[in-house]
């Protein structure tokens, strides 16, 4: 008597599934046919050099723009604005505004909302909450500018994460911190997506400091998208019919680095902000 | 007690309580500055101070045509900083250096009509009554049909930015963050518009059409240096502007009594210069908090 091997199905809860997304601007494709699902729970990057098209998928994603064509579905049904929260590329403040980082965090909370805040013990003790789950009590009453890029990026996790939403969009939240600043964020995200079940898509232009957490990458280049587990879409076949070229994928000390090669050229790997034709990033 | 009594009538001079237009000009003068300290904290956090000194040029305009037609100069000043509001939205809304250029223009142009308009109203008159008054403002002269129009529209613009405090304050501090919440950032934009316009009108009415954004921008640069608290720094600004325009009134009107002259000094001067000791106060003074 045999058996068919046993496999338990992958029973997967999708928080996010983006559907054949389209986006045209001026004659120009910025989405081109984008499709992934994101679980629940899964930390996952979004990975692509800079006019790769992410920011536009995260307006997407947010229903700040609608697509000319496919669809993005959160939680398996409508899209609620309540279901995301949302850290945005660049938050610049002046240091000499009166914001507190528990205020903003506050807004995260109810600044959807008409009038002042009424101050409450209940709102008070969710904000200090929310301040110790991202280690950012001991900076929650300073102002918010003049706090240090790290700082600044605790907070609006904070603020994005108060309303309890089952998907977190950071993008490039990674941009400007230093090296250790970069690591502290990433193990935080990381273990919010694990411990509260939160779907967490940040996007990066260097994938290397999201691969120890990572469970999916979505790779987007030229407004085209690959996605699965790192092993399945960072190869050099995947990767060259992303970019419509070849390109080699080598892995240096547990690092990545993505080459672009011309075949007459000698290889050339060219540095993550530089983009035009046949050019890749090191990642 | 008959000491007591002494320092007081050296202080506020008699008649200071009981002279009704001192009264009217308290009244007019204390709600209009609560209502410009409220509103220029989110003028100053928007980084639209520029902005609010094209209203108060735009409104000369607007006051001295007012003026020219024989209408309450508060009108003209409303009207025209309003339009000046809806026209800033339109032609310069999609970035930051637009606005600026946009603002930029709309201020040369209203300047200029208002040199004409004042011109025209000091030839017919052989006058510099209304110069002085748009410009200047004089705030002991106002007629108590005011007092109802500014109380409207005072209480229209505290409206729109104790209502839609939390949105406003969010799509100030990040467009981007308040779009991601639902917040329809433009519609608020415009609606702060207007309450910076009918602000800096009202400001204009009591402290001149050229020092109405003192009124809007110093008590809420003060405010700033003394709380870290946006709701905070909404009562300080508020606080402050009413202080300085009650002190000032006080102030003009003993100088009435002030040697040489015997004449008065404008009530504008002392606000406008009340307002500037207390941003330098509250800036050289208490070390303000910085966290770090």
């Known amino acids: ?283 | 007690m008959r000491r007591v009594h002494q320092v007081l009538r050296a202080i506020v001079e008699p008649g200071f309580f009981s002279d009704p237009s001192v009264q009217l000009a308290a009244v007019v003068g204390g709600l209009v500055a609560l209502v410009a300290g409220n509103v220029g904290v989110f003028t100053v956090i928007r980084g639209q101070s520029f902005a609010g000194e094209a209203l108060g040029d735009m409104g000369a305009a607007g006051g001295s045509s007012a003026y020219l037609i024989g209408v309450a100069p508060l009108w003209g000043f409303i009207a025209v900083a309003v339009a000046a509001a809806g026209v800033m939205e339109l032609i310069g809304i999609q970035r930051a250096r637009g606005r600026d250029l946009a603002t930029g223009i709309v201020l040369g142009a209203g300047f200029g009509l208002a040199a004409l308009l004042l011109y025209l109203g000091t030839t017919f008159d052989n006058t510099t009554g209304a110069t002085i008054t748009i410009l200047f403002g004089s705030i002991f002269l106002l007629e108590r049909s005011i007092l109802a129009p500014a109380l409207a529209l005072g209480v229209i613009a505290l409206a729109i930015v104790l209502v839609l405090n939390r949105p406003l304050l969010l799509a100030s501090v990040s467009p981007e963050l308040a779009a991601a919440r639902g917040i329809p950032v433009r519609l608020i934009g415009g609606l702060y518009l207007i309450a910076m316009a009918v602000a800096v009108a009202l400001s204009a009415v009591t402290i001149g059409a050229i020092l109405s954004t003192a009124l809007l921008i110093g008590p809420a640069a003060t405010a700033l240096a003394l709380t870290d608290s946006p709701g905070r720094a909404i009562i300080t600004a508020g606080a402050v502007g009413v202080g300085a325009t009650w002190l000032g009134l006080l102030l003009a009107y003993d100088s009435y009594y002030w040697p040489p002259l015997h004449q008065g000094w404008p009530v504008s001067f002392f606000v406008v210069t009340l307002v500037l000791i207390a941003y330098l106060a509250a800036h050289i003074g208490p070390r303000r908090r910085t966290v770090r």
């Open chain 1, 1 to 283: 008597m045999s058996h068919e091997p046993l496999t338990v199905p992958e029973v997967r809860e999708t928080t996010l599934a983006v559907e054949g997304v389209t986006v045209g601007l001026s004659g120009r494709t910025i989405l081109d046919d984008v499709s992934f699902t994101i679980g629940r729970g899964e930390f996952t990057g979004l990975i692509g050099a800079n006019g790769a098209g992410k920011t536009t998928l995260f307006r997407v994603i947010l229903g700040l723009l609608a697509p000319a064509s496919g669809r993005v579905r959160v939680g398996g049904g409508e899209r609620s604005r309540r279901d995301m929260g949302y850290v945005p590329q660049k938050f610049l403040l002046d240091p000499d505004m009166p914001l507190r980082g528990r205020d903003l965090v506050g807004l995260g909370l109810d600044g959807h909302r008409l009038g002042f805040a009424l101050p409450s013990r209940a709102r008070r003790r969710r904000i200090d909450a929310m301040l110790d789950a991202v280690d950012a009590r001991g900076f929650g009453d300073a102002r918010v500018g003049q706090l240090s890029g790290g700082e600044q990026q605790r907070i609006l996790i904070a603020h994005a994460l108060i309303s309890e939403p089952t998907l977190l969009l950071l993008d490039e939240p990674l941009a400007n911190l230093d090296l250790r600043s970069a690591q502290e964020v990433v193990r935080l995200l990381a273990g919010i997506a694990r411990e509260q079940q939160i779907a967490v898509l940040i996007s990066a232009h260097e994938m290397n400091p999201l691969l120890p957490v990572m469970d999916r990458i979505v790779y987007m280049a030229a407004g085209r998208a690959a996605s699965g587990t790192t092993a399945e879409v960072v190869r050099s076949d995947v990767l060259s019919g992303l970019y419509g070229h070849h390109v080699d994928v080598l892995r240096v000390h547990g690092r990545v680095i993505v080459v672009a090669g011309t075949g007459q050229d000698e290889h050339t790997a060219i540095d993550a902000s530089g983009h035009g034709p046949g050019t890749v990033e090191i990642v």
